[in-house]
């Protein structure tokens, strides 16, 4: 499985950005995919998280910013992130469970600032 995140960039506080990430390879289902960042000097931690159900859950410091989906269709996954902040700054990791392995893509930098 690879997968391929995009949409990383520089914004000012306050802004949006969308990240995706694209899943080729796999036969099977994915069970969960999720992102997951990464900010300098700190250990990489979950932002969200989605089922094949469509569930989903969220890190408390991002809950009513940040949306996560899917769609199954293009086989990719997005992260609408929205009153952005500088704490927000971090490499932004996707990931996906398929039967029992999960897979990392290569990250995308996000930087909040002015």
């Known amino acids: 499985v690879q997968l391929q995140a995009s949409g990383g960039g520089l914004v000012q506080p306050g802004g949006s950005l969308r990240l995706s990430c694209a899943a080729s390879g796999s036969r099977f289902s994915t069970k969960a995919m999720g992102w997951y960042r990464q900010a300098p000097g700190k250990q990489r931690e979950l932002v969200a998280r989605i089922t094949s159900g469509r569930d989903t859950n969220y890190a408390d410091s991002v809950q009513g910013r940040f949306t996560i989906s899917r769609d199954i269709v293009k086989n990719t996954m997005y992260l609408q992130m929205n009153s952005l902040k500088s704490e927000d700054t971090a490499v932004y990791y996707c990931?996906?469970?398929?039967?029992?392995?999960?897979?990392w893509g290569q990250g995308t930098l996000v930087t909040v600032s002015s």
């Open positions: 990931n996906a469970v398929v039967g029992t392995v999960v897979y």
